[in-house]
């Protein structure tokens, strides 16, 4: 039923595009030709992406092969998922691997085996992405991705750095997200954490619990989970989901056993709540171009009509070309304002984002000098490193979920310039990840366990003895005692004691200044190549915001300067012939409001955003 109608809509939304096209066309304006181009690739577009994310180990890839009753991505009990993996509907199994250099904007496509898919993505193939970005296309023959649906299969979270901002950097790009959280336990702090970066990603985002054929009580896990998310004010909704009953329901043929597993009931979630949702978010960007496009045409058509109306010859011909031309220059000093506030905005993105980032990273420098004051580092350094590479990639991870959100708002602001009724023209923002920045970032540097031998302690005690001995004994002697006698030995031992638990405090805090200088080094590293990636990425964005307003200021100025020409070729016509074009110019004016009253009927009122926070 949803189905149908949205495919009416489109249908109904084509037919307007293609006369609307048809105008722009008979008026000369090929930039509105091209605009209604891309109007008819959006409507036709219906592939809607899904990225399965989640923490490692959590039951991803066997939800994907659920979802489409196949094993097409590999699933095992040590090895995970390295590179992310696109499932998409083929005519026939095919498999593709996708090498991208951002830089140079090229990309390199290798076809295997779908058999041998699990050398190429898993940890089997090694370490991968040192020269760009690596990811999995495969193709299947499922009914349940005929309609669009492409599954992403992502690496876990909190096994690498790198996979984390891979995820993230996922994220914006997709249609929605799925997060998975096993049954064995509730959300913890690091998933809650993650979740709360994928909301603010993406729009559309899916929590399940996986695996609850492992846990019989999984009921109260699902929820203790609610009450999580509730308390941390994230409304996304919540199911509940076994891949491996899923499959056994499918090799036995048990329908009762396959709605326990539920994995049916998040493919309709995804079908027809999800997809439905993203089809029409497109409908409302295809309706706010439409719309955008018959201002252009109706600005020139009303500037014309106007001085055809006004009497030949007469002072209302100059006062109508007057008001044209002021209201022409009005909008183009409005327009022209979006220069200087694009410029001014990404200066502003670019300081706040790199103060921010340094913040969060000094933060966590000196939370690890606080951890080193209160231990031994040389006996818990392995330790010590991985929640400092847990907590520099979060903290990363923070700042690159800011820099989305702030350069969102950004190109809202700029977007405002250019709004003759409220509606802005925004471009979708692709911000490069942080994984390559990440794994330049060089490891942690070793400090020593300061363990001594035997042979080292007794040297040191003995260091500190022989002056006990000998002081003592001295003093010993002028009373007729031998040099060395118990006294001065028992003296020696004393001093000898505190000698070693000096030089042990010693050695101890010269471990800990190490400590601090190897966790300093890190923390400058880490700023400086995360720093200069992000620098980079903001120059990115905007050069992406900074063409996408200027093509949309020619379209202004273009609309402009053709409502003052028609004007001045209005007011020099014959009255006979004033008369004949002004009936063509209300036929069409009409004609064009009645596309717009046609295009606004398919649209509803688009969710309100979100509110911009620091992550």
């Given at each position: 039923m949803?189905s149908?109608?949205?495919?009416?809509t489109?249908?109904?939304l084509?037919?307007i595009v293609?006369?609307?096209?048809?105008?722009?066309?008979?008026?000369?304006?090929p930039?509105?030709?091209g605009r209604?181009d891309d109007?008819q690739?959006?409507?036709?577009?219906?592939?809607v992406?899904?990225v399965?994310v989640?923490?490692?180990?959590?039951?991803k890839?066997?939800?994907?092969?659920?979802?489409v009753?196949?094993?097409v991505?590999?699933?095992d009990?040590?090895?995970?998922?390295a590179?992310?993996?696109?499932?998409?509907?083929?005519?026939q199994?095919?498999?593709?691997?996708?090498t991208?250099f951002?830089?140079?904007?090229?990309?390199?496509?290798?076809?295997?085996?779908p058999?041998?898919?699990?050398?190429?993505?898993?940890?089997?193939?090694g370490?991968?992405?040192f020269?760009?970005?690596?990811?999995?296309?495969?193709?299947?023959?499922?009914?349940?991705l005929?309609?669009?649906l492409t599954l992403?299969?992502?690496?876990?979270?909190?096994?690498?750095?790198a996979?984390?901002?891979?995820n993230?950097t996922l994220l914006?790009h997709a249609?929605?997200?799925?997060m998975?959280?096993?049954?064995?336990?509730e959300?913890t702090?690091p998933?809650m954490?993650?979740?709360r970066?994928a909301v603010?990603?993406?729009p559309?985002?899916t929590?399940?619990?996986?695996?609850?054929?492992?846990?019989?009580?999984w009921?109260?896990?699902?929820?203790?989970?609610?009450?999580?998310?509730?308390?941390?004010?994230?409304?996304v909704?919540?199911?509940?989901?076994s891949?491996?009953l899923?499959?056994?329901?499918?090799?036995?043929h048990d329908d009762?056993?396959?709605?326990?597993a539920?994995v049916?009931a998040?493919?309709?979630h995804?079908?027809e709540?999800?997809?439905?949702?993203v089809?029409a978010e497109?409908r409302?960007?295809?309706?706010?171009?439409?719309?955008?496009?018959?201002?252009?045409?109706m600005m020139v058509?009303q500037?014309?009509?106007?001085a055809?109306?006004?009497?030949?010859?007469?002072?209302?011909v100059?006062?109508?070309l007057?008001?044209v031309?002021?209201?022409?220059?009005?909008l183009?000093?409005?327009s022209?304002?979006?220069q200087?506030t694009?410029?001014d905005?990404a200066?502003?993105?670019?300081?706040?984002?790199e103060?921010d980032l340094?913040?969060r990273?000094?933060?966590?420098g000196?939370?690890?000098?606080?951890?080193?004051?209160d231990c031994?580092?040389?006996?818990?350094?392995?330790?010590?490193?991985?929640?400092l590479?847990?907590?520099?990639t979060?903290?990363?991870?923070?700042?690159?979920?800011?820099?989305?959100?702030?350069s969102?708002?950004?190109?809202?602001v700029v977007a405002?310039?250019?709004s003759l009724?409220?509606r802005a023209?925004?471009?979708e923002l692709?911000?490069?990840?942080?994984?390559q920045?990440l794994?330049a970032?060089?490891?942690?540097?070793v400090v020593?366990?300061g363990r001594?031998?035997?042979g080292?302690?007794?040297?040191?005690?003995m260091?500190g003895?022989?002056g006990?001995?000998?002081?003592?004994?001295?003093?010993t002697?002028?009373a007729?005692?031998?040099?060395?006698?118990?006294?001065s030995?028992?003296?020696?031992?004393?001093?000898?004691g505190f000698?070693?638990?000096q030089?042990?405090?010693?050695?101890?805090?010269q471990?800990?200044?190490e400590?601090k200088?190897a966790v300093?080094r890190?923390?400058?590293?880490s700023?400086?190549?995360v720093?200069?990636e992000?620098?980079?990425?903001?120059?990115r964005v905007?050069?992406?915001?900074?063409d996408h307003?200027?093509?949309?200021?020619e379209?202004?100025?273009r609309s402009?300067?053709?409502?003052?020409?028609?004007?001045?070729?209005g007011t020099?016509?014959?009255?006979?012939?004033?008369?004949?074009?002004?009936?063509?110019l209300?036929?069409?004016l009409?004609?064009?409001?009645?596309?717009?009253?046609?295009?606004?009927?398919?649209?509803t009122?688009p969710?309100?955003?979100?509110e911009?926070?620091?992550a």
């Amino acid at each position: 039923m949803t189905s149908s109608l949205s495919t009416s809509t489109s249908v109904g939304l084509d037919e307007i595009v293609e006369r609307l096209r048809s105008v722009t066309v008979s008026h000369g304006r090929p930039e509105l030709t091209g605009r209604m181009d891309d109007v008819q690739a959006l409507l036709a577009d219906t592939s809607v992406q899904v990225v399965v994310v989640g923490q490692f180990k959590q039951g991803k890839s066997a939800l994907v092969n659920a979802l489409v009753d196949a094993p097409v991505c590999p699933v095992d009990d040590v090895v995970a998922t390295a590179v992310p993996t696109a499932v998409s509907w083929g005519d026939q199994p095919s498999a593709v691997l996708v090498t991208e250099f951002a830089q140079e904007e090229t990309s390199i496509r290798t076809s295997i085996d779908p058999r041998q898919l699990r050398r190429h993505v898993t940890e089997l193939a090694g370490e991968t992405g040192f020269a760009g970005s690596l990811h999995a296309e495969v193709r299947l023959p499922r009914a349940f991705l005929a309609d669009g649906l492409t599954l992403v299969d992502t690496p876990g979270v909190g096994r690498a750095q790198a996979q984390v901002s891979t995820n993230l950097t996922l994220l914006p790009h997709a249609d929605a997200a799925i997060m998975l959280s096993d049954a064995t336990q509730e959300l913890t702090q690091p998933e809650m954490g993650f979740l709360r970066q994928a909301v603010a990603l993406c729009p559309r985002v899916t929590c399940v619990v996986s695996k609850i054929d492992l846990q019989h009580q999984w009921r109260a896990i699902v929820e203790a989970n609610l009450e999580h998310l509730a308390a941390a004010d994230i409304d996304v909704p919540l199911l509940a989901t076994s891949a491996l009953l899923h499959d056994l329901a499918g090799r036995e043929h048990d329908d009762a056993l396959a709605d326990e597993a539920r994995v049916t009931a998040l493919g309709t979630h995804l079908r027809e709540v999800v997809r439905e949702d993203v089809l029409a978010e497109r409908r409302r960007s295809a309706v706010d171009d439409i719309l955008a496009v018959c201002e252009h045409l109706m600005m020139v058509l009303q500037a014309e009509l106007r001085a055809l109306g006004a009497t030949s010859g007469g002072a209302e011909v100059v006062r109508e070309l007057e008001d044209v031309r002021d209201l022409a220059n009005q909008l183009t000093r409005r327009s022209a304002r979006w220069q200087q506030t694009l410029s001014d905005g990404a200066a502003e993105l670019v300081s706040d984002i790199e103060f921010d980032l340094r913040d969060r990273l000094r933060a966590v420098g000196r939370e690890a000098e606080k951890l080193i004051d209160d231990c031994d580092p040389g006996e818990v350094w392995d330790d010590i490193g991985s929640w400092l590479a847990e907590s520099v990639t979060q903290a990363v991870s923070d700042n690159f979920v800011w820099a989305h959100q702030r350069s969102e708002h950004l190109a809202e602001v700029v977007a405002r310039h250019f709004s003759l009724d409220g509606r802005a023209a925004v471009p979708e923002l692709a911000l490069d990840g942080t994984e390559q920045a990440l794994r330049a970032i060089g490891g942690l540097e070793v400090v020593r366990s300061g363990r001594l031998s035997l042979g080292q302690k007794v040297m040191v005690g003995m260091k500190g003895s022989y002056g006990g001995i000998l002081m003592f004994g001295l003093m010993t002697s002028l009373a007729g005692m031998a040099l060395v006698n118990p006294l001065s030995v028992a003296a020696g031992l004393v001093m000898g004691g505190f000698a070693y638990r000096q030089d042990a405090q010693q050695r101890l805090e010269q471990r800990r200044n190490e400590a601090k200088h190897a966790v300093r080094r890190l923390i400058d590293e880490s700023i400086f190549q995360v720093g200069k990636e992000s620098r980079d990425r903001m120059g990115r964005v905007k050069r992406v915001l900074r063409d996408h307003f200027s093509a949309i200021a020619e379209d202004l100025k273009r609309s402009l300067a053709e409502s003052v020409r028609a004007a001045k070729d209005g007011t020099a016509l014959p009255t006979d012939e004033r008369s004949r074009r002004a009936i063509l110019l209300s036929r069409e004016l009409r004609e064009i409001r009645q596309l717009c009253e046609r295009a606004s009927a398919f649209t509803t009122t688009p969710p309100t955003g979100r509110e911009l926070t620091p992550a």
